[in-house]
T-cell receptor, first 116, second 113 residues
Framework: GAGVSQSPSNKVTEKGKDVELRCDPISGHTALYWYRQRLGQGLEFLIYFQGNSAPDKSGLPSDRFSAERTGESVSTLTIQRTQQEDSAVYLC??????????????FGPGTRLTVL | AQSVTQPDIHITVSEGASLELRCNYSYGATPYLFWYVQSPGQGLQLLLKYFSGDTLVQGIKGFEAEFKRSQSSFNLRKPSVHWSDAAEYFCAVGDRIDYKLSFGAGTTVTVRA
C-alpha cells in the first residue's frame, strides 16, 4: 500500500477483555515500531521489529502486552486483560532501514483504544 | 536517557503571522532531532530532521528548524502560517546508539482567521 495502515481505527472494549491491534507496514520496510500515545502526552516506545532479528520489547509496560510480526509483513499488538489505563492511541510506524542509523519512520493513523 | 521538553502546550497564531515552536532536549551527545506534525485523524508526518552538518534545516510545508547545541534546542519556525497548519507538533530526539525516538508532549497550534 501507499502508507502504513492500522486496524481497527477505533476499538472500545470492556475491562478484562483481550484486544488485538493490527499494523500493515509499507511494503519493503524492514523495521516496524509500536508506540502508545496517551491523551495529552507524547509517544511512548513499546516494541521494535527489525527483519528476522529478535524484537526489542523493552518498552512494553507489562506482560499483558505482546506483539508479533511474521517476516517483514503484518504485525499484531495484543493486550490481554485490558485495564482502563491502557486507553490510548496505539501508533505503528515502519522504516526502510534501522540499526546502522536513523531512517525516516512513517506512521500509520493509529488505533484509538478505549477501555470501559 | 534522552528526554524532550516542549514548553508550550498550546499556541494560537493569526493566519499569515510567524510561528515558532520551542523544543529542548537532554542528551549526552549530538542527537538525531526530528519534528513531526499530527493533523486530526492523521498519522504523524515528518516535517524535518537534523542529523549533522548545517544547523539550519529546511523541511516540508515551509518549515525550518535550527539546532543550537549551546542551548540544547531545536526550535521550529514558519514565517507565515496558513490555516492548514493547525495541528499538533511533536519534537523527537533519537539516540545515536539505538534506534528509539523519544517524543515531547506536543504543542497544539490553533490558527485564527
Amino acid at each position: 500500500g501507499a502508507g502504513v495502515s492500522q486496524s481497527p481505527s477505533n476499538k472500545v472494549t470492556e475491562k478484562g477483555k483481550d484486544v488485538e491491534l493490527r499494523c500493515d507496514p509499507i511494503s519493503g520496510h524492514t523495521a516496524l515500531y509500536w508506540y502508545r500515545q496517551r491523551l495529552g502526552q507524547g509517544l511512548e516506545f513499546l516494541i521494535y521489529f527489525q527483519g528476522n532479528s529478535a524484537p526489542d520489547k523493552s518498552g512494553l509496560p507489562s506482560d499483558r502486552f505482546s506483539a508479533e510480526r511474521t517476516g517483514e509483513s503484518v504485525s499484531t499488538l495484543t493486550i490481554q486483560r485490558t485495564q482502563q489505563e491502557d486507553s490510548a492511541v496505539y501508533l505503528c510506524a515502519s522504516s526502510q532501514l534501522a540499526g546502522a542509523g536513523f531512517d525516516t519512520q512513517y506512521f500509520g493513523p493509529g488505533t484509538r483504544l478505549t477501555v470501559l | 536517557a534522552q528526554s524532550v521538553t516542549q514548553p508550550d502546550i498550546h499556541i494560537t497564531v493569526s493566519e499569515g503571522a510567524s510561528l515558532e515552536l520551542r523544543c529542548n532536549y537532554s542528551y549526552g551527545a549530538t542527537p538525531y532531532l526530528f519534528w513531526y506534525v499530527q493533523s486530526p485523524g492523521q498519522g504523524l508526518q515528518l516535517l524535518l530532521k537534523y542529523f549533522s552538518g548545517d544547523t539550519l534545516v529546511q523541511g516540508i510545508k515551509g518549515f525550518e528548524a535550527e539546532f543550537k547545541r549551546s542551548q540544547s534546542s531545536f526550535n521550529l519556525r514558519k514565517p507565515s502560517v496558513h490555516w492548514s497548519d493547525a495541528a499538533e507538533y511533536f519534537c523527537a530526539v533519537g539516540d545515536r546508539i539505538d534506534y528509539k525516538l523519544s517524543f515531547g508532549a506536543g504543542t497544539t497550534v490553533t490558527v485564527r482567521a
